[in-house]
Every structure is written in structure tokens, then in C-alpha cells.
T-cell receptor, first 114, second 114 residues
Framework: KNQVEQSPQSLIILEGKNCTLQ??????????LRWYKQDTGRGPVSLTI?????NTKSNGRYTATLDADTKQSSLHITASQLSDSASYIC?????????????FGTGTRLLVSP | DAGVIQSPRHEVTEMGQEVTLRCKPI?????LFWYRQTMMRGLELLIY????????DSGMPEDRFSAKMPNASFSTLKIQPSEPRDSAVYFC????????????FGSGTRLTVV
């Protein structure tokens, strides 16, 4: 069964600290993996997208890693800010002919505390 | 570009009433997706269109749900009759290359059925 599991479910960190969010998937065949940030009351916004051959990709203070062999990804946030408080959703795209199905994780809720 | 525009942002209705959610995709995007998000199940794909034609509606929960896309700039998701378990946030997303880059979500409609 194609699944995306994220951990932890929720996380509280102090402003300025770093944190790492985890994503494990069983989606096959794999096309790409994305991390989205979803602020409260808003739609998800793409942070990074990685294909099979990419191990790491950065977007400012956000760095995503991908290990396609172990089917694991992580999102590392450096020097957290209050505005990083949001849900972070891992999404894996399933390779297919034409349309690629997206499989969503249920997200990690991050709260950055002052 | 105004992004994907959804209306209304919030909808509160009584059980049994008809509810219509609206979406304006990004101009030039030929794919449109409707999602439902709940705390328990995360984001679930309900239906998607390509060039205004419904391609896959297997995610539509039951016959009470219907979606239309009369032209490239407008889509509706209708629930008739609505039930309390339909309460969720409904997102519309659009893309110009299936689920490739440029996949953009709207801000969502929070539906509460009482």
C-alpha cells in the first residue's frame, strides 16, 4: 500500500533552535518527493521538490534530504523563527503514465516558541 | 498572478442544505484538483480535471458530492444534501503539468455543517 508517514506528529522548539522532521514512504514507483509548509488557515506552499537522483535541496533555512534506497526524507530547519510555526507536509509523487498521483503524509505540526 | 482563488473562505450551513464551493485556477493551468483536509485523514484528493474534463473522481466520497468545470477559469464542488461529517477544509489546486512544478493550492474553504 502506498503510504507516507511523518514524525513527529507535533513538535515545540525555542526560537533560534534547529529541528529535523522525518518522512518515510512506501510509494512505488517513485517519481519525486516534496515538502510543503501550511500556515494555519492557508493552503500548502511548496518548499522543495526532489527527484530520485537528488540527495539534498535547500530553500533558505530549509534543507531537505532524500535517501531513495531507504525511502526516507528529512526536512531540517535552521535557526528557527516564529514564522516557521506551521504544519509541514511530506508528499510523494507516484510515477505513472501521464498523471502522477500524489500521496500525502498527515504532517508535522511545528510550534516555535519565543 | 493572484494564484488559485477560492470562495467562500468560510461556510457554515445546516445539515441537509446544498453547499457550493468555487475555484478559479491560475490562468494557463490545464489541471485542476479538489482536495478535502481533515485532522484525521489529512489531505485527500476528491477529483481532478484536465482541460475541463473530469479524469478521476474515485476520491469523491459519495453521490452527494459533484464537481463541474464549465470552462478553463472556473470550477465548482457541490454537496447536496450536506451532512455534519462533511465538515472539513476543501482545497482547490491547479497545475500546468499534471503534478509537476507549479502545482499551486488555493487558501481553502472551511466548511462547517451543523
Amino acid at each position: 500500500k502506498n503510504q507516507v508517514e511523518q514524525s513527529p506528529q507535533s513538535l515545540i522548539i525555542l526560537e533560534g533552535k534547529n529541528c529535523t522532521l522525518q518522512c518515510n514512504y512506501t510509494v512505488s514507483p517513485f517519481s519525486n518527493l516534496r515538502w510543503y509548509k501550511q500556515d494555519t488557515g492557508r493552503g500548502p506552499v511548496s518548499l522543495t521538490i526532489m527527484t530520485f537522483s537528488e540527495n539534498t535541496k535547500s530553500n533558505g533555512r530549509y534543507t531537505a534530504t532524500l535517501d531513495a534506497d531507504t525511502k526516507q526524507s528529512s526536512l531540517h530547519i535552521t535557526a528557527s523563527q516564529l514564522s516557521d510555526s506551521a504544519s509541514y507536509i511530506c508528499v510523494v509523487s507516484q510515477l505513472g503514465t501521464g498523471f502522477q498521483k500524489l500521496v500525502f503524509g498527515t504532517g508535522t505540526r511545528l510550534l516555535v516558541s519565543p | 498572478d493572484a494564484g488559485v482563488i477560492q470562495s467562500p473562505r468560510h461556510e457554515v450551513t445546516e445539515m441537509g442544505q446544498e453547499v457550493t464551493l468555487r475555484c478559479k485556477p491560475i490562468s494557463g493551468h490545464d489541471y485542476l484538483f479538489w482536495y478535502r483536509q481533515t485532522m484525521m485523514r489529512g489531505l485527500e484528493l476528491l477529483i481532478y480535471f484536465n482541460n475541463n474534463v473530469p479524469i478521476d473522481d474515485s476520491g469523491m466520497p459519495e453521490d452527494r458530492f459533484s464537481a463541474k468545470m464549465p470552462n478553463a477559469s472556473f470550477s465548482t464542488l457541490k454537496i447536496q444534501p450536506s451532512e455534519p461529517r462533511d465538515s472539513a477544509v476543501y482545497f482547490c489546486a491547479s497545475s500546468s503539468r499534471g503534478t509537476g512544478h507549479g502545482y499551486t493550492f488555493g487558501s481553502g474553504t472551511r466548511l462547517t455543517v451543523v
